[in-house]
């Protein structure tokens, strides 16, 4: 239950967060994932001139702040699927 808590409060800060990001950028959350103090979130961060990018994120929170994170950012499409790994995904 706790990770839900987590969860959800993480999702409320995303989108107080999408407030202060500049014109153009907004943020589209997909997914959220919490255990204890480790948070992941994969959003969609779309741009009228500069395209759609998807986000992985992996964030460490202590005592209610962000104390480290890291992201991985790619364009929708930019990279595609190895043949090795077709039938174990499917586009987006």
């Known amino acids: 239950m706790a990770d839900q808590r987590g969860a959800h409060r993480w999702q409320q ?48 929170i202590q ?3 962000i104390v480290r994170g890291r992201e991985y950012w790619t364009s929708v499409g930019a990279d595609p699927r190895p043949e090795w790994r077709a039938a174990l995904v499917e586009p987006m």
């Open 63 to 65: 005592q209610g702040r």
């Open 13 to 60: 800060e995303l989108r107080r967060g999408e407030q202060r990001i500049p014109g153009g950028w907004s943020i589209r959350v997909l997914r959220i994932v919490a255990d204890g103090s480790e948070v992941v979130s994969e959003v969609e961060v779309p741009h009228d001139e500069f395209g759609v990018f998807r986000v992985a994120s992996f964030w460490t």
